[in-house]
């Protein structure tokens, strides 16, 4: 696949096209390189014909890295509980939430932040990892085909219309990494707030890196899901309780999994109905 054995700018347009499709935005290698440093060109030789592919096919794209943990940054967590708890609706909040600085995702390429969609009194509030490159263009948290995903699964749930969606971070990681645990932190305040604004009777924990931030657990999504937990604010004024479920891009990979998701959903129903029905 790569480097086509067509090098022409159509094959090579044309193979940047594929591996966007496929999500495959951004590239890492494992040593860095400083392109602040002048690099100047050896005398101009004649330049070698291009390689054909090798017998051994080159190995896909890796994801990206996850950032190196940096300390959770406790001024900026000040910060943002200050500008969070001065939001007195979710409209504020989100004003608030763009003029906060103290989330490093903000300066490393994001196009926008990324806060909610949904009914602002939802029952259910659904939290994801963080805005993919979907989200980040259009603004809206669970827009790209994971989300189109998880919209077929709430509509077959009943859940259309009862839920309000965000995420652990509202700015796109690069490369859509995993948020680390110093970005989580600095955006944690809001995120508290907006549960306490919107008030859901339950929460819906999308994915391992949103399971492991809001239940401060290092244990993996797959022996998480499905399972009832509950969700404390830092105060612990607020208690919801939390279903941790498998991410939809996730099953995206792995369909044989959407059964154990499709359980998850019917397991929250079956809660959300149960808190409704009288007596
Ligand atoms: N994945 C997430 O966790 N959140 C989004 O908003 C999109 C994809």
Known sequence: MFPPADPTPRALESLLAFWTDAGVDASYSDTPVDRTIAVTRPAATKRAPFAPPTATAAPLPAAAPPAPQTPIPAEAIDDARRAAEGAVDLAALEQAIAAFDGCALKTAGARRVVFSRGAPDAPVMIIGEA?????????????????????????????????????????????????????????????????????????????????????????????????WFEWRSSDGALEVPALPTLHPAFLLRQPAAKKKSWEDLLTLVERLDRAARPG
């Open 131 to 227: 805005p993919g490159a979907d989200e980040d263009a259009q603004g809206s948290p669970f827009v790209g085909r994971a989300g189109q995903l998880l919209d077929r699964m709430l509509a077959a749930a009943g859940l259309t219309g009862r839920v309000f969606i965000t995420n652990t971070v509202f700015w796109r990681p690069p490369g859509n990494r995993t948020p680390t645990l110093a970005e989580q932190a600095a955006c944690a305040p809001f995120l508290e707030r907006a549960i306490a604004l919107v008030n859901p009777k339950l929460l819906l924990l999308v994915g391992g890196a949103s399971a492991k931030a809001m239940l401060k657990t290092n244990d993996g999504i797959l022996g998480l899901h499905g399972r």
